[in-house]
């Protein structure tokens, strides 16, 4: 028995010696101290022996048990002090991790640009319901029902879910002129408003239209308010956001809550009038429809038509974040593709 304690004990100091971390240390002296440990086991024989041997062999075993005890000891702290070294040193020279630096979003960047120049022409922001109601989105616009002009704004109707509507009378707003009635019957004249805002339609989705689309509705009543002002302010503002030599183009048009109707064209900046996919090889991108505000629409909100007129304007600011950032197809500003979004 006193050759199997030291070389129970010999082996023990090997292992301890060779391990090289903690956790390993604690299985070890769970294997020799353990409950069932060689070194356990082997001091629980000694009942078995005859008391001569008794004294001899229960001497040399606790002094066994006392070395490997401070064997176990003595790498325990070992290996903590160089645990502790360890963390204390860095590389200074490892070069750091960049932060990620995030940008807007380019539609937000150009709607931003264009409230910044209506701001600056006196007008105030607003915005409105996305859910709406027959009534503002079409009614109150001149468009009664069973008008033509309904067909060009291919519309989304919502279940009305036993609200105090019948079917058909809430739809998602096709067009962020729905914001004129509702603003007009709240506010007397004179004033200047901007309405930025979504807007839904069931279209076939390609390079120049979506299903939902970014719109800004402008408009004005005042005294004395004529079509030029309307040019004027629609050149200014297409002039600053599209520098000085920007090409604009106005042509006749016909919307019901307007008298007369002005579609506005910029010359396609994507292919600088030559004629692409985006301005369906015309050279010319149409970017503003607008108008005299229509006296029924006045009337329909209760503004005086014999004092009071105006202008309102819409704005494609998707199809302007497209011009200005030369970019093909719509689909790519809602695509949330980083490699896209990072270059803005
Ligand atoms: N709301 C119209 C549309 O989305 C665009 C429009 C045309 C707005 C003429 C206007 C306007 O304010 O005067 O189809």
Same mark, same amino acid.
């Given at each position: 028995m006193r050759e199997e304690i030291i070389n129970t004990k010999n082996e023990a100091i090997a292992q301890i010696t060779e391990t090289k971390d903690v956790r390993e240390l604690e299985s070890l002296r769970i294997s020799y101290l353990?409950?069932?440990g060689k070194i356990t086991k082997l001091i629980k024989k000694i %009942? !078995?022996?005859n008391p001569d041997e008794k004294r001899g062999v229960g001497n040399l075993l606790n002094d066994a048990k006392r070395i490997v005890q401070d064997e176990l000891g003595r790498k325990r702290r070992e290996l903590a002090e160089s645990s502790a070294t360890k963390k204390e040193w860095f590389d200074l020279t490892i070069p750091g991790k960049k932060p990620e630096v995030g940008t807007l979003h380019a539609l937000t960047k150009t709607l931003t640009e264009i409230i910044d120049i209506f701001t600056y022409l006196g007008y105030q922001v607003t915005d409105g319901p996305e859910i709406e109601t027959d009534y503002y989105n079409f009614e109150a616009l001149?468009?009664? %029902? !069973?008008?033509?002009?309904?067909?060009?704004?291919q519309t989304f109707y919502i279940?009305?879910?036993?609200?105090n509507l019948s079917f058909?009378?809430?739809?998602?707003?096709?067009?962020?002129?729905?914001?004129q009635g509702r603003v007009m019957e709240k506010i007397e004249p004179p004033f200047r408003v901007l309405v930025p805002g979504t807007n839904y339609r069931y279209e076939q989705v390609d390079a120049s239209h979506g299903f939902q689309f970014s719109q800004v509705e402008g408009f004005i009543v005042d005294e004395n308010i004529h079509l030029t002002d309307l040019f004027g302010t629609i050149e200014y503002f297409l002039k600053i956001l599209f520098g000085q030599k920007a090409k604009i183009r106005f042509a006749t048009t016909n919307f019901p809550?307007?008298?007369p109707g002005v579609d506005t064209y910029l010359g396609c900046t994507i292919c600088g009038g030559k004629g692409c996919s985006f301005c369906k090889n015309t050279g010319w991108s149409e970017i503003m429809p607008a108008g005299m505000i229509h006296p029924n629409v006045l009337e329909m909100a209760g503004v005086d038509t014999k004092k009071w007129g105006g202008f309102a304007f819409a704005i494609g600011s998707s199809r302007v974040a497209n011009l200005k950032y030369h970019?093909?197809?719509?689909r790519i500003l809602t695509t949330p593709d980083l490699r896209i979004l990072r270059q803005f």
């Amino acid at each position: 028995m006193r050759e199997e304690i030291i070389n129970t004990k010999n082996e023990a100091i090997a292992q301890i010696t060779e391990t090289k971390d903690v956790r390993e240390l604690e299985s070890l002296r769970i294997s020799y101290l353990g409950r069932n440990g060689k070194i356990t086991k082997l001091i629980k024989k000694i %009942k !078995d022996l005859n008391p001569d041997e008794k004294r001899g062999v229960g001497n040399l075993l606790n002094d066994a048990k006392r070395i490997v005890q401070d064997e176990l000891g003595r790498k325990r702290r070992e290996l903590a002090e160089s645990s502790a070294t360890k963390k204390e040193w860095f590389d200074l020279t490892i070069p750091g991790k960049k932060p990620e630096v995030g940008t807007l979003h380019a539609l937000t960047k150009t709607l931003t640009e264009i409230i910044d120049i209506f701001t600056y022409l006196g007008y105030q922001v607003t915005d409105g319901p996305e859910i709406e109601t027959d009534y503002y989105n079409f009614e109150a616009l001149n468009i009664p %029902k !069973d008008h033509p002009a309904r067909d060009t704004q291919q519309t989304f109707y919502i279940d009305t879910m036993g609200a105090n509507l019948s079917f058909g009378e809430l739809i998602l707003r096709t067009q962020t002129s729905a914001m004129q009635g509702r603003v007009m019957e709240k506010i007397e004249p004179p004033f200047r408003v901007l309405v930025p805002g979504t807007n839904y339609r069931y279209e076939q989705v390609d390079a120049s239209h979506g299903f939902q689309f970014s719109q800004v509705e402008g408009f004005i009543v005042d005294e004395n308010i004529h079509l030029t002002d309307l040019f004027g302010t629609i050149e200014y503002f297409l002039k600053i956001l599209f520098g000085q030599k920007a090409k604009i183009r106005f042509a006749t048009t016909n919307f019901p809550f307007v008298e007369p109707g002005v579609d506005t064209y910029l010359g396609c900046t994507i292919c600088g009038g030559k004629g692409c996919s985006f301005c369906k090889n015309t050279g010319w991108s149409e970017i503003m429809p607008a108008g005299m505000i229509h006296p029924n629409v006045l009337e329909m909100a209760g503004v005086d038509t014999k004092k009071w007129g105006g202008f309102a304007f819409a704005i494609g600011s998707s199809r302007v974040a497209n011009l200005k950032y030369h970019i093909q197809d719509l689909r790519i500003l809602t695509t949330p593709d980083l490699r896209i979004l990072r270059q803005f």
